[in-house]
């Protein structure tokens, strides 16, 4: 199966990060994916330090990164998380071109 190379060979792309987490943040905090604005930070929905660790961890686990426990504080809104995770893609992705 081709993988796109959107995101490198991630395949994921701004947007598809941003449903991701979207969805994720609402499960946890009891709400509907469209209530959740990518661009209010996470601590106005109530998004705790438990929730916001076990974000780190489905992300570590779903994803394949080793990812900061303070990352939804230092990433405070899904749309600066999604970019965060974009350039953590970029930096795990093998370099084209080598030696």
Known sequence: ????????????????????????????LKRQPAEIDPDVPLAEY?????????????????????????AAWDYPTVHALAGHLMEEFAAAAPKDGGA
């Open 46 to 70: 109530g998004l705790d330090s438990v929730a916001a660790l076990s974000l780190c961890g489905d992300i570590e686990d779903d994803f394949d990164l080793v990812m900061e426990p303070t």
């Open 1 to 28: 199966m081709p993988v796109p190379t959107t995101g490198h060979t991630t395949g994921h792309t701004t947007e598809s990060l941003t449903m991701w987490l979207a969805e994720r943040i609402a499960l946890y």
